[in-house]
């Protein structure tokens, strides 16, 4: 099997990673620099194009797999973990990334999503969060924000928001992460980590439609204030965040977190809440999911990267094992079954 | 009861009888006992003759309780043996069951040889050496009923015999006792002189070869591997659990030695879109459900033809619409089948008529999907797929190979191009410099690109329908039975073919001009099938559902057939398709 970690097999440069497709996406939109970046991953590792299998389901990110110049599936609302399945479990050699966004992937594909998660498969998905509809006009999505007026929800909308990076933990994802699409270091860094990953690998991009929901994230990309409103997570690190590197994390009463000051109240770095990726528990991992903007620094990076089973690898070894069990297959006999007569 | 009903098929299928099986049982998993909603019956016809059916009435019925009694009694005929077990006819199960007074006692019973035996008391007494608990004791009545059906029918122990070591060779409580009750029951029958008959029948004239028992599920299942086998290929399965449909997944995944892949999915779409991967990763991959889950796959099927991706889809058909009657069966998805999905989305269908046929159906499906690069959908229905039959075995080397081919030169590669059955390439992904991208949205001819051009659309939605009417070219043409051409032609498909058959060869003994065409290949239809259907004066479709092939011929052949319908969740009875004939041949419409 081709381990996703293997060294550079190819030397290409990114744009060897595209196709001639002309791109369609408006003028400004976050999906160029996640391309882009993807591209880069692509040439940083020395990944084969050959191997590289990309499917999506639909909406304005599921166009990707047409602006790559590897193999891909542009496949049904909602499906492409499915799809992704059955292709990983027919194909374990290949490398396969899902590309869905918020509506494709949480409301329409949510199951599929779940179970991709709980199977631990060894898929990345990479989930645009732009927090609207795009590609049907601006209605409102999972991720969208209470009382939002878009225009489907024109008085506001009444549905709680989703947090994909905790619906991933709480599946036990083995990989889950947050970067943002402005933010190319991070974001390089995070698609390398997630291709590094044996098993399932889930990136939530925080991702601008400047069409429909422009500045959603602002807080987290705009230089001036993004060091207040972010906290960048590494493993083994304090959670320590602000323009002066200042502030901090740590836990307070009822496993609540609070947001500290250094120096203030006697506070110190050993105060802090310390990151652990490697924790077998999800349990670190889902209550820094939950920070929230404004109230808290929204966290990026990596929650939690964890060694668990994989269902593909699995199925393998049930085969091999009764392979070796029960002998070479014989189909004439299987057909006979357990019982037949003869007539003459 | 379908655990008894299945041994008495084996014993019956060893001692070479021609048999048919009607297995009949509840939604329900534990339906409350004694109702009769929670009969469940086990019914088999067999011969020293070739049968088609499972007949329309018996000529033995066990009741092991007045629920069965009262839902079958209207089967049997008259001065048949009607077995009783007599300790059930109590009076809250009397009452349970509708009855105000016993029937036992009364003139309901009278034209009936009937036999009252204590059963459960009898099974009670015989287990008592091996020390079961009583209720355990007491379950065991059914192998008492079973002794006795093998004595009346001269049928072998051994099989069940062999069966039980198998099954309960763990509890060798259970097995001892099981075995003392079916002993007992055998017994019973051999020394009490409650019966003046017996039954020898002789091993039936068929076809020489090797035979076995197969259930229709178990057929579809071999089919699809020996498909995949035949091709030098791996099969995967995608399912989602569905009655009747289930005994798919649940045979298939015992065949991991042969490198079978079954995925058990986490919804039907699920299931449909994994197959779709594992097509495209060169798998032959299959996914199997009934009505409802088709339903759900619809949209992910129509990706499927889209993509042009090779796979088989079995429907096992239920009564519908919605949930319907799961353990009942029906003809109603065949629109569904042939034209369920958005936009103009053909794909051959085909249908089995029996359970070993399931085998060839699902195997010819295979050949299909992969030569002309498309899902063709196989539909059964819960009669096939739970029924059984003898099944002459075909010999592997007698089957024909199927061709598969993954190699195009890169210079040259085009997704969308063409072969001779307008075919497109099934490169994989992997594969060195064939690198594309395909999706749901329209492709560009050849290139395969994304293309919202008004003509490339118009050609394309032609293109694919053009390659699925191809199909017409690689299936055999349509065979009769009896004349090709005279007053009446009966039109069937998929399941109801012996009970069709036997009603037409009922009416051609007694002179009648009609014959029958019984298709398997329900889209595209066999190229001479016009041609036959105006051979005849009239044609008459009877089908378990308010008449879908009868529109689709009427709609492709202009021809004015008639329909004979029933959706009652069960077979048609020979002789109702016979007095229907009758009367068509006499003039009524």
């Known amino acids: 099997m081709a381990a996703t970690t293997s060294a550079p097999t190819v030397s290409l440069q990114p744009k060897d990673y595209g196709s001639s497709?002309?791109?369609?996406?408006?003028?400004?939109?976050?999906?160029?620099?996640?391309?882009?970046?993807?591209?880069?991953?692509?040439?940083?590792?020395?990944?084969?194009?050959?191997?590289?299998?990309?499917?999506?389901?639909?909406?304005?990110?599921?166009?990707?797999?047409?602006?790559?110049?590897?193999?891909?599936?542009?496949?049904?609302?909602?499906?492409?973990?499915?799809?992704?399945?059955?292709?990983?479990?027919?194909?374990?050699?290949?490398?396969?990334?899902?590309?869905?966004?918020?509506?494709?992937?949480?409301?329409?594909?949510?199951?599929?999503?779940?179970?991709?998660?709980?199977?631990?498969?060894?898929?990345?998905?990479?989930?645009?969060?732009?927090?609207?509809?795009?590609?049907?006009?601006?209605?409102?999505?999972?991720?969208?924000?209470?009382?939002?007026?878009?225009?489907?929800?024109?008085?506001?909308?009444?549905?709680?928001?989703?947090?994909?990076?905790?619906?991933?933990?709480?599946?036990?994802?083995?990989?889950?992460?947050?970067?943002?699409?402005?933010?190319?270091?991070?974001?390089?860094?995070?698609?390398?980590?997630?291709?590094?990953?044996?098993?399932?690998?889930?990136?939530?991009?925080?991702?601008?439609?400047?069409?429909?929901?422009?500045?959603?994230?602002?807080?987290?990309?705009?230089?001036?204030?993004?060091?207040?409103?972010?906290?960048?997570?590494?493993h083994g690190k304090a959670l320590i965040f602000g323009k002066d590197q200042t502030k901090g994390l740590r836990i307070g009463r009822n496993y609540c977190p609070e947001v500290v000051t250094l120096g203030e109240n006697g506070m110190s770095i050993y105060d802090l809440l310390i990151h652990d990726e490697r924790a077998s528990s999800p349990a670190l991992a889902f209550l820094l999911s939950r920070l929230r903007h404004?109230?808290?620094?929204?966290?990026?990076?990596?929650?939690?990267?964890?060694?668990?089973?994989?269902?593909?690898?699995?199925?393998?070894?049930?085969?091999?094992?009764?392979?070796?069990?029960?002998?070479?297959?014989?189909?004439?006999?299987?057909?006979?079954?357990?019982?037949?007569?003869?007539?003459? | 009861m379908q655990l008894v009903g299945t041994q008495f098929t084996d014993a019956t299928a060893i001692v070479g009888n021609d048999l048919v099986t009607l297995p009949d049982y509840p939604a329900e998993i534990r339906a409350p006992a004694g109702s009769l909603a929670g009969v469940s019956g086990f019914q088999i016809n067999f011969a020293s003759t070739e049968v088609y059916t499972p007949g329309d009435t018996v000529q033995t019925l066990v009741a092991m309780n007045p629920a069965a009694l009262k839902v079958n009694l209207?089967?049997?005929?008259?001065?048949?043996?009607?077995?009783?077990?007599?300790?059930?006819?109590t009076p809250t199960a009397l009452k349970h069951a509708g009855y105000e007074a016993d029937p036992t006692d009364d003139q309901e019973l009278q034209g009936y040889h009937v036999h009252k035996v204590p059963m459960t008391k009898l099974t009670i007494e015989a287990?008592?050496?091996?020390?079961?608990?009583?209720?355990?004791?007491?379950?065991?009545?059914?192998?008492?009923?079973?002794?006795?059906?093998?004595?009346?029918?001269?049928?072998?122990?051994?099989?069940?015999?062999?069966?039980l070591d198998q099954k309960f060779g763990a509890r060798p409580q259970i097995?001892?006792?099981?075995?003392?009750?079916?002993?007992?029951?055998?017994?019973?029958?051999?020394?009490?002189?409650?019966?003046?008959?017996?039954?020898?029948?002789?091993?039936?004239?068929?076809?020489?070869?090797?035979?076995?028992?197969?259930?229709?599920?178990?057929?579809?299942?071999?089919?699809?591997?020996a498909a995949a086998w035949q091709a030098g290929q791996k099969l995967f399965y995608a399912s989602y659990p569905i009655t009747p449909a289930s005994d798919i997944l649940h045979e298939l995944v015992k065949h991991k030695n042969f490198g079978v892949k079954v995925f058990q999915a986490e919804d039907e779409i699920a299931a449909m879109c994994a197959a779709i991967g594992a097509a495209y990763g060169g798998a032959f991959a299959a996914t199997g459900t009934s009505g409802p889950g088709m339903a759900l796959k619809g949209e992910a099927i129509g990706l499927a033809v889209m993509l042009e991706l090779p796979m088989v889809i079995v429907n096992v058909q239920r009564g519908g619409p919605s949930t319907g009657l799961p353990t009942k069966t029906e003809q109603a998805d065949l629109f569904q089948a042939v034209l369920g999905r958005n936009g103009e989305c053909p794909l051959p269908v085909l249908a089995a008529s029996s359970p070993g046929d399931c085998f060839a159906t699902a195997f010819e499906a295979f050949q299909i999907a992969v030569r002309y690069m498309t899902p063709?959908?196989?539909?059964?229905?819960?009669?096939v797929a739970n029924g059984s039959e003898p099944w002459r075995v075909p010999r592997i080397e007698d089957l024909p190979r199927i061709a598969v081919n993954h190699e195009f030169p890169p210079e040259t590669f085009q997704p969308y191009a063409r072969d001779e059955n307008l075919a497109r390439p099934w490169a994989l992904p992997g594969t060195p410099g064939l690198a594309h991208r395909i999706g749901g949205l329209e492709k560009e001819h050849i290139t395969g690109k994304v293309s919202y051009d008004p003509a490339n659309h118009d050609f394309m939605v032609r293109l694919r329908d053009a390659k699925v009417a191809k199909v017409a070219d690689m299936i055999p043409e349509q065979t009769?039975?009896?004349?090709?051409?005279?007053?009446?032609?009966?039109?069937?498909?998929?399941?109801?073919?012996?009970?069709?058959?036997?009603?037409v060869e009922r009416v051609r003994d007694k002179g009648g001009s009609v014959s029958h065409c019984h298709l398997r290949h329900m889209h595209p239809m066999p190229r001479n099938l016009g041609k036959i259907l105006k051979s005849f004066r009239k044609i008459l479709v009877p089908e378990l559902n308010l008449g879908q092939l009868c529109l689709l011929l009427r709609g492709r052949y202009l021809v004015d057939a008639i329909g004979f319908n029933k959706v009652q969740g069960k077979p048609f009875a020979v002789a109702e398709v016979a007095a229907r004939i009758d009367q068509i041949l006499n003039g009524g419409d």
């Open chain 1, 21 to 234: 497709q002309e791109i369609r996406w408006c003028p400004g939109c976050g999906n160029y620099s996640i391309l882009t970046q993807l591209k880069k991953v692509c040439s940083n590792l020395g990944k084969d194009p050959d191997k590289l299998v990309f499917v999506s389901g639909i909406g304005c990110s599921s166009r990707l797999p047409y602006y790559m110049g590897t193999y891909g599936v542009h496949s049904i609302h909602g499906r492409a973990p499915a799809l992704a399945t059955g292709l990983r479990l027919a194909r374990p050699d290949l490398e396969i990334w899902v590309i869905t966004g918020d509506g494709d992937g949480l409301s329409i594909g949510g199951n599929h999503l779940l179970h991709a998660f709980r199977r631990n498969l060894n898929i990345k998905i990479i989930m645009f969060n732009n927090r609207i509809y795009g590609l049907t006009k601006g209605q409102v999505s999972p991720t969208s924000e209470m009382n939002k007026k878009t225009i489907s929800t024109p008085y506001g909308s009444i549905g709680a928001m989703i947090n994909p990076c905790s619906v991933a933990i709480g599946c036990e994802a083995t990989f889950v992460a947050r970067t943002v699409d402005m933010i190319p270091a991070h974001l390089q860094k995070t698609l390398e980590r997630a291709a590094a990953h044996r098993g399932v690998a889930f990136v939530e991009v925080y991702q601008n439609c400047n069409i429909f929901n422009d500045g959603a994230f602002k807080y987290s990309t705009d230089r001036e204030i993004r060091e207040d409103h972010v906290v960048e997570l590494e």
């Open chain 2, 175 to 225: 097995r001892q006792a099981n075995e003392l009750a079916l002993r007992a029951g055998f017994n019973y029958g051999n020394t009490t002189e409650m019966f003046q008959v017996h039954y020898r029948v002789r091993p039936a004239r068929v076809p020489p070869g090797t035979y076995r028992k197969i259930r229709g599920n178990d057929a579809t299942s071999l089919g699809l591997m």
């Open chain 1, 294 to 344: 404004p109230d808290y620094p929204e966290p990026i990076g990596v929650f939690r990267a964890v060694k668990s089973p994989i269902y593909n690898d699995l199925i393998e070894e049930q085969i091999r094992r009764l392979t070796q069990e029960r002998g070479a297959p014989d189909m004439q006999k299987l057909m006979y079954g357990p019982e037949t007569w003869e007539v003459n």
């Open chain 2, 480 to 503: 009769l039975i009896g004349d090709e051409s005279g007053d009446l032609l009966v039109v069937s498909w998929g399941g109801t073919y012996g009970t069709i058959r036997s009603a």
């Open chain 2, 74 to 89: 209207a089967d049997l005929d008259h001065g048949g043996h009607l077995i009783l077990n007599i300790d059930a006819f």
């Open chain 2, 127 to 163: 287990v008592k050496d091996a020390g079961l608990k009583p209720k355990e004791a007491e379950r065991c009545k059914n192998f008492f009923a079973l002794g006795l059906a093998f004595w009346l029918y001269d049928r072998p122990l051994d099989a069940t015999l062999k069966w």
């Open chain 2, 376 to 383: 063709v959908v196989v539909l059964t229905d819960g009669y």
